[in-house]
């Protein structure tokens, strides 16, 4: 099913004089239409996403989101390059409480391509 994106009631198909076309079913409220080759490309777009891969902490993982949740102060992590670092800290935003200030910051020990976030 392809909603209008004006007023978000359903597309339905219309036989025109000139063809199939799919056309809002608030008509004649709305007179949104689209072709149907659009309509496939909606159609695509709005079905849903394969799911996503569960996410699986390691134990490393584990023991950051363990201090998040019950530890206090600041928590220095050190890690490798494509050790799951920033996924880490996405992950971690998540268990953190709503109202809660939170500043993150990932640095490379060179000091180069170092990025800084605020959330
Ligand atoms: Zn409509």
Redesign the pocket.
């Known amino acids: 099913m392809v909603t209008?994106p004006?007023?978000?009631?359903e597309l339905r198909e219309v036989n025109g004089k000139y063809g199939v076309f799919y056309g809002?079913s608030?008509y004649p409220g709305?007179k949104?239409t689209m072709d149907s080759r659009a309509y496939a490309l909606a159609t695509r777009a709005q079905a849903p996403s394969t799911p996503k891969k569960e996410f699986v902490p390691s134990k490393y993982q584990v023991a950051i989101f363990d201090f998040i949740q019950q530890g206090s102060g600041n928590a220095f992590v050190e890690a490798v390059a494509g050790s799951g670092k920033t996924t880490s800290i996405v992950k971690a935003l998540d268990l953190t409480p709503t109202d809660a200030e939170v500043l993150y910051r990932k640095g490379e020990r060179h000091g180069l391509g170092r990025t800084e976030a605020e959330a």
């Open positions: 209008c004006r007023c978000k009631k809002c608030g709305c949104f």
